[in-house]
């Protein structure tokens, strides 16, 4: 079962930065926190991890709370391309890494 | 290049067949998986493999057979065909140690 909870739809106006939240509040010290999206009709696309520290990468940014029980994935400047059903997986390094899929949040970028 | 491939893309087929569905990738990496997306949009991991070794096995019916003939390859074999296994099957595969996951296109299986 998944161990977070994400709205179930968000939207966003073009040009926008889109901050989609993540409440994970069982978090144990080893695990990560994973985003990928999924644009629709295609397969995942990994977007962004963090352990501890915010993370920044080209596609987004990855804030998460000092207490990591919650974390935010951050899209600077939303584009219609973005509009996507976005999940926040947590999850160890150990065993065969599978990934555990909740409901995502449907992210609309409007214009 | 695409990373991950999937054949077929689209699969119609009546219940009672059997089918098979063929992942390749070229990243190099030792270890693949496969994804149920069900009507329901639900994505649950079926198995896993890692250097041609079974790691992941979740509770799927024994009429799935994932085969992995080399470390680039993971097919799926599915005998008796229900209608509740109509879905879109995606394939990933990650490399040792490595966080991300890439997945391939997906291939929509329809059962009538």
């Known amino acids: 079962d998944a161990k977070t909870t994400q709205p179930p739809s968000m939207d966003c106006a073009e040009g926008r930065a889109a901050n989609l939240p993540c409440n994970h509040s069982t978090i144990s010290g080893n695990e990560y926190v994973y985003w990928y999206r999924q644009i629709h009709s295609q397969g995942p696309q990994y977007i962004i991890h963090g352990l501890k520290n915010n993370e920044t990468n080209e596609m987004a940014s990855l804030i998460i709370t000092e207490d990591r029980k919650s974390s935010t994935l951050i899209l600077p400047h939303a584009t219609l391309r973005d509009t996507a059903v976005y999940y926040c997986i947590v999850r160890d390094l150990q065993g065969a890494q599978k990934l555990v899929f909740g409901q995502g949040t449907r992210l609309t970028i409007n214009p | 290049d695409t990373a991950v491939s999937q054949t077929p893309k689209y699969l119609v087929t009546q219940m009672g067949n059997d089918k098979s569905i063929k992942c390749e990738q070229n990243l190099g990496h030792d270890t693949m998986y496969w994804y149920k997306q069900d009507s329901k949009k639900f994505l649950k991991i079926m198995f896993s493999?890692?250097?041609?070794?079974?790691?992941i096995n979740e509770t799927v019916p024994n009429r799935f057979s994932p085969k992995s003939p080399d470390k680039a390859h993971l097919n799926l074999h599915i005998n008796s065909l229900e209608l509740g296994d109509s879905a879109v099957y995606f394939c990933a595969s990650r490399t040792g140690g490595g966080h991300e996951q890439y997945f391939g296109p997906g291939t929509r299986l329809t059962v009538t």
């Open positions: 493999y890692n250097n041609k070794e079974l790691i």
